[in-house]
């Protein structure tokens, strides 16, 4: 088996997605975990996972815009001559008055994707009144930037807004997983909307920042998307790439996920033979 291809803005992406929140120490859990995660991903650490992605035919990045990530990345191409597309995120706050130069910094680090993150989309959204305030504008300056627009959004309105109003858009970044972790509406909601969107919806917290097991919300995810849509999920290690493509291949051909259990003492009884 192989890991399958999506075509998302002309572009052929991996339908995993590496995800960068335990990267930068963005855990979901705690600011213990957190500050742990920040000690333990070193450059050199960061590196070997992505190589392990690249390895695996994982070829797109999802993460704020930064030099520091640049720098791995143009290692690991230079390594592995697997090139990683990268889904940017500029923006963090509301009203986003630097925009332009967010914009200018995530094209200058190389940038496939500019995607202004749900700190701004969410806030400059009115379902009601249709529409994603200057949203064109910034779309439009993207485009001259050589980057392809897309919106990160934590609400499932953006994305009909945006279908409804006809804006440039070529990938949407929604949670969704399995027990509903920072998704908006229900799960069910939510996956009539990636399902019917016009472009392909890069879905993040499949796992619930750790909350479900791999199999299990791989397999929620992945059965119920579209063909197109791709599904990002951080790792820690090699091990856990080759782990979580190898589930991720299984779904995807049409095949019950297979992992080896863990096993504890408390299990014994569990055993079949």
Request: net charge neutral; aromatic share 8%; glycine share 8%.
């Amino acid at each position: 088996m192989a890991l399958p291809y999506s075509e998302i803005g002309g572009l052929k992406i991996s339908r995993l997605v590496i995800g960068s929140n335990t990267f930068f120490g963005y855990s979901h859990v705690s600011r213990a975990k957190d500050t742990w995660l920040r000690r333990y991903f070193t450059d050199d650490a960061i590196q070997q996972v992505l190589e392990a992605c690249a390895a695996k035919g994982m070829n797109a990045v999802c993460s704020m815009p930064g030099e520091r990530l640049r720098k791995i990345m143009d290692r690991v191409e230079a390594n592995t001559g697997v090139h990683i597309n990268w889904f940017a995120t500029p923006g963090n706050k509301y009203p986003w008055a630097n925009w332009k130069d967010d914009v200018n910094m995530t094209a200058d680090v190389g940038a496939e994707f500019c995607m202004p993150h749900q700190c701004y989309t969410d806030n400059a959204l009115s379902s009601g009144r249709g529409e994603i305030e200057r949203y064109a504008e910034i779309a439009a300056y993207i485009r001259e930037k050589g980057m392809r627009p897309g919106l990160s959004t934590h609400r499932p309105e953006t994305i009909t807004t945006v279908d409804k109003a006809g804006y440039d858009c070529e990938v949407y970044i929604q949670p969704y997983n399995s027990i509903g972790f920072l998704c908006s509406v229900e799960t069910d909601w939510i996956g009539k909307v990636i399902r019917n969107a016009k472009k392909p919806v890069l879905c993040i917290k499949p796992l619930g920042a750790g909350r479900i097991l791999p199999p299990t919300g791989l397999s929620f995810v992945y059965n119920s998307v579209k063909p197109n849509d791709v599904v990002c999920i951080g790792m820690m290690s090699s091990e856990e790439v080759e782990e979580n493509t190898t589930i991720v291949e299984q779904i995807l051909a049409g095949q019950v996920a297979q992992v080896d259990l863990q096993y504890t003492r408390s299990k014994a009884a569990l055993q079949t033979s």
